[in-house]
């Protein structure tokens, strides 16, 4: 029996919870950007402070999902589509932060409710559907 011949090892399943995980998490904080936008445009104040910081702990969040997504294609090869949705979802929260440190409303909460349903879609969909491996593939260095 050649090395050829050899079965594949198991792809390794922490990429995938490390996506499910750090998406998951992303979707939480961004819904309770819900809740403490409401607090802060009822007058208080406190809210603001803990506004902006959810949302940076939510951009971590996707960050980590950005590596996990490239961890899941690399050593599972998982679809690549993932990476550039959470790299998309970077890019709508950059654009959100712009809109809200710029008091542009009338942009900043249709932007939030985008941004929560669309995290809320991609952590379902890692848990629900989740990344399907991409069909086998010859190894490129074996003909």
Known sequence: ???HDAPAPPAPQWPRWLL?????LAAVLLFAQSITAGLFMTQVRA?????????????IAILVG???AIL?????????????????MLILMSLQAFAGFRSLTALHVPL????????IAFAAWTWLGGPRPAMAQPHPNRA
């Open 20 to 24: 499910r995980v750090s998406l998951t």
């Open 112 to 119: 939030g409710v985008l941004t929560i349903t669309l995290a």
């Open 72 to 88: 899941c294609v690399r050593l599972r090869r998982d679809p690549r589509w993932p990476i550039a949705a959470a790299v998309g």
């Open 66 to 68: 950005v590596v996990a």
């Open 47 to 59: 809210a603001f402070p803990i506004h902006r910081e959810v949302a940076n702990a939510a951009a």
């Open 1 to 3: 029996m050649s090395t």
